[in-house]
């Protein structure tokens, strides 16, 4: 134990001499800013920001090609479109909910609030990763990895990584609120090297608004490389760093998805709660348990509706994923998250947010059982 402590508090101590100073995401050109290793730093709290590569080597110089320029993650004119954020709980909703709170006693719920938040943050002894999967796009891969690197980030006091692995123009970067882009994984697996401190590596990722990291698949461009040797290279690089990484992978059975799937310690399958989505999902389970070492005590099934109208019996359907050692946590319809667009916490819905953290407690407590 030790050892462990030792590896999370040199971290730390890194972390807090960097003084992090969280860059304003939502001012236009922060984002673009923080990541800008072209430009000297020029204050004094920009020369102590982690986000800036330190000035100690010229890392890019392995880059084959030019120093990639940020691009904004969406279109100004959409993002004007989306609108305001929607609450996940209409106002009756609410009314209802705080009215509960005041007649029932909270004593049974604090504590089960108070497990899991415990349960969510176990020390590790090496950085845990998890993968983040499903059967096919838009079921709500990008939406649970949000949650759960943003649910770790509040409750872990170690750094969290949360690693977009969907080359196929993933949606990561936009549910995590980032505004622009501009390193990529094919990027760092090319810079990063053993003697990197944290504060070099996260001048390559996007901070998080709520706190922690990002690094982005591609740039958005159709067509952008994501293989199997990259993130090899890039997982097993930044884990050293991490306490957490959560990996949002493409759809399987594509073979990215596969090996983070058979190298994380715990992967999460985002079921839709359809009856073709749940079949599709136990097949998968099925193929995880014909593994030469059985993943199944270490796989976790998200069980999301994501619409209003999921009319499937959500008990029968959570018997039918729950093959041995597996959990199954259902995530509930939520106004918030249908919206698309960024994830802004205080936004969820009650169970939604009670969902997202059982989950990472679920996960957690897998997460430690590996070496
Ligand atoms: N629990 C939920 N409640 C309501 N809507 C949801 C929920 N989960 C997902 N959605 C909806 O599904 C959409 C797609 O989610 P998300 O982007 O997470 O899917 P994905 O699997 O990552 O897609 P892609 O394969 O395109 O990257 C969201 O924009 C949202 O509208
Ligand atoms: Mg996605």
Known sequence: MAGESDW??????ELGQAAPSRPDLNRP?????????ARPP??????????????????NARLPGPVPQSVPTMDPRLAIALGGPRHGDSIPRRAGAGLRRLTAPAGQEAAEQTRLAQEVQQPVTTGRVIAVTAIRGGVGKSTVSALLGRTFNH??????????????LGTLPVRMGAQAVRWTCADLAQILTPAMQLTDVTGYLVPVADGGWLLPAGQGRV??????????????ALRRYFGVTVVDCESLPGEVARTAMDTAHVRVVVAPMTAEGVHGTRQVLDWLAQLPHSVLTTTVVVLSA????ASLDVQVATAHLRRPGVAVIVLPY???LAQGGPIHTAQLSRSA???ALQLAAEVMGRAVTVR
């Open 223 to 236: 067509g952008a490389p994501l293989d199997v040797r990259t993130y090899r290279t890039v997982t097993l």
């Open 29 to 37: 050109g922060d984002a673009g800013q923080a990541l800008d290793p």
């Open 334 to 336: 939520d106004r918030h």
């Open 8 to 13: 999370q508090h040199a971290l730390l101590r």
């Open 155 to 168: 409750y872990r006091h170690d750094p969290v990584l949360a690693l977009d692995a969907d080359a196929a």
């Open 353 to 355: 947010r009670d969902a």
């Open 42 to 59: 020029t204050t004094s709290a920009e020369r102590q920001a982690p986000y800036a590569p330190a000035p100690r080597q010229d890392h």
């Open 306 to 309: 994501a619409s209003p109208d």
